[in-house]
């Protein structure tokens, strides 16, 4: 999961990412990783990724890398939507990439 700042503005604080994990993705522990001063993520957790007050100047970027297991009982596919939005008042010229959804065929 990569939120990026594409620009052409910086987006001080109050930067939100969430991505609330299918019910059938277990144990669920994640890493993350700022580059070109990013600020204000959660370097790592376990469950649901909620970090609500992300810094991100124009280019920065947060990698967030999510492990766990799922479940022997899944069926079909699993999907996971992760979201990013901004502060009011911050311009956002490309809102329509602000979520991102990840399908995968069990």
């Not at 609330?20 to 993350?32: I, S």
């Not at 370097?43 to 970090?51: E, L």
């Not at 991100?56 to 022997?72: D, E, N």
């Amino acid at each position: 999961i990569v939120i990026i700042n594409l620009g052409p503005s910086n987006c001080p604080v109050g930067a939100k990412l969430t991505d609330t994990f299918p019910a059938t993705f277990t144990g669920v522990k994640y890493t993350a990783v700022g580059a070109l001063g990013a600020s204000g993520f959660t370097a790592s957790g376990s469950g649901n990724i909620n970090d609500t007050a992300l810094t991100l100047p124009a280019k920065a970027k947060v990698t967030y890398k999510a492990t766990g297991t799922i479940s022997a009982s899944a069926t079909g596919s699993i999907s996971d939507t992760a979201t990013a939005a901004v502060p009011s008042g911050v311009p956002d010229p490309k809102a329509a990439n602000n979520s991102a959804t990840d399908t995968d065929t069990l």
